[in-house]
């Protein structure tokens, strides 16, 4: 009896991880900085038809991240533009990381900062294979969201690997 009742605090108390928001679902609070310092939310950032939101996990030092926002940018921004969508990148990086990433290479779009991953936590999306000390602490497994205007989500598109990432094809079949 006492072992059914020790077993049963264990359950009771150990903590509930939040899953990873799923289409339909209304899309969790976003307030992270922009290249410029500024402070974005998701409405602050949307297109008329709404958002597709990347997080990744640096672009910095993040071969396949670089390799992603890349292809995006080259193969994808200005067609989701003409759709109506706000394509926007999300990482742990610092905005200036991300300002002299843009810059180099002609990202347009919005790149957002969640130096704290407070975002990234309220999304279930940090990576737990980072613990404290390294250099990826706090980093979001890959994922892109497409976000109706009403806060919606209406894709999820999501790989096993960080190695692997959604091809632009998906992703705009998701932004209709």
Not at 105 to 121: A, C, E, F, H, M
Not at 132 to 153: L, M, Y
């Amino acid at each position: 009896m006492m072992r059914a009742l020790a077993m049963a605090a264990l359950v009771i108390s150990a903590p509930v991880m939040a899953a990873i928001p799923d289409v339909g679902q209304r899309a969790p609070a976003l307030v992270a900085t922009d290249t410029a310092g500024k402070a974005r939310t998701i409405s602050s950032v949307a297109g008329p038809k709404g958002t597709v939101l990347v997080f990744f996990r640096s672009a910095s030092w993040c071969p396949y991240c670089k390799a992603q926002l890349i292809d995006l940018n080259k193969n994808a921004a200005d067609t989701l533009k003409a759709r109506g969508y706000a394509l926007v990148g999300l990482s742990y990086d610092a905005p200036d990381v991300l300002a002299a990433f843009a810059k180099e290479r002609g990202v347009s779009w919005t790149l957002l900062s969640d130096p704290q991953s407070k975002v990234i936590d309220g999304w279930s999306l940090r990576d737990p294979q980072y613990g404290k000390g390294s250099r990826a602490e706090g980093v979001p497994r890959p994922a892109i969201f497409v976000i109706a205007p009403d806060g919606t989500i209406r894709a999820r598109l999501m790989e096993e690997s960080y190695k692997d990432r959604p091809q632009v094809e998906a992703v705009l079949a998701a932004a209709p």
